[in-house]
């Protein structure tokens, strides 16, 4: 007979069932289920499927003869990068390096742009918004914008893999909610622990992966969204004047790339319908894709380059919307006079109420000293990722088709209960 094993939802221990208290428990961590909650939750489990993936490529093609006629490949000897340009271009520079380009062959063989969005800003435009970049960081250094060098601007078009997908699955949260209460000896704490399902279906359309190697992805990502509404059908006449990075990352790594975003869009959507816990995490998801599109598009970016203080700083402005990226350095004495400014502020102001009620001047000194550090610190961790924007974005909330979230499958099943507590101080 087979000996059928149950994990423990909380720690994946084996469980066991105890004859005295009619309970499962998990001896590793002491959880304690009843049989009806741990039935439903493997029951749960035991409906989930696979994750399906398969993308439909019949869009992208190759450029066509006359096209390639019209087109060269120019190539840096320094950083390795290549760019497309058309015919009439002479010479030019490295976006990446700044190093100058030769030439080194004609345009053969590579895929052709499906779409193409066109800059919609010009340089001194991008060196303004630049500016303005710098100036709302309070903690970036008083010399930065004055004393660095932008030694180029250059138009890019980069290459982006563009995804639709319709997504259905099911993510598994779990959830929590706490009660305190206290009687004369002692303060409890109860914390009680869910397993939340959310099963549905949302749709996403134009979810662009970076298809160039040369560029950093959290960079290129730091600059979206892009409006695709704006998205023209591919013309080679776009690419007088401007040149365009050449694609060189297999569409298999986008595809994963991809996948995650739809993931993690998925995943948000899903959370934002769960409510009325304390806390709430992520266990595990399964989606599946279905009426899938890849296609292939060019993208206008601004980069720039600058130096300070012999260090090379790179920003990336979106030639559609503006928005600029980059990551800033601190300024190490700003940051010290910011936490101690802040530090005081609250803790004085902390001390002051506390004084006011317990009339006990330790207390309040105590309280002030902890609540200032605590509130000091979040706020100068807030400014400085001002000044590292640089990020992935995680999901795809700004690509979800209008009206296609669903939820069809709401379930909480009640897992187990932890209770905490703490001697409470003797009162004088």
Partial sequence: MANIQLKCPCCGGTLEFDNKTQMVVCPFCDSQFTTEDLKAYSDDLASDKQDETAWDESRVQEYTDKE???????????????IIVDETTSSTKCPYCGNNLVVSKQLSGDLRPNYVIPFKNDKETVQQDLKKFFRKKPLLPGSFSKENVIEEIKSLYVPFWIFDADVEGKVR?????TRT?????YDYRETKYYSIIRGGGI??????VDGSSKMEDKLMESIEPYDFSQAEEFNIAYLAGIAADRYDVNKDVTFNRATQRFRDGTIQAFRNDIHGYSNVTVQDSNIQLSNTNASYALYPVWILNTKWKEK??????????GKVAGDLPVSVPKFILFYLLFFLLVGGATFGIAFAISTEWLIGLIAGIILGLVVATIILLSMRRANKPVRFQYG??????????FINNRKEIYLYRTVSKTRR???K
Avoid at 173 to 177: I, L, P
Avoid at 203 to 208: G, I, K, L, S, Y
């Fill in 68 to 82: 390639m006629k019209g087109m060269k490949i120019y190539s840096c000897d320094s950083c390795g990068g290549e």
């Fill in 173 to 177: 949260f779990k959830g929590e909610t």
């Fill in 181 to 185: 209460w206290s009687d004369s000896n």
């Fill in 203 to 208: 749709a996403f359309d134009h979810v662009p």
């Fill in 312 to 321: 090379n700083y790179r920003f990336a402005v979106n030639g559609q919307t």
């Fill in 396 to 405: 795809a909330a700004n690509y979800v088709r209008p009206d296609s979230l």
């Fill in 425 to 427: 101080s003797s009162s």
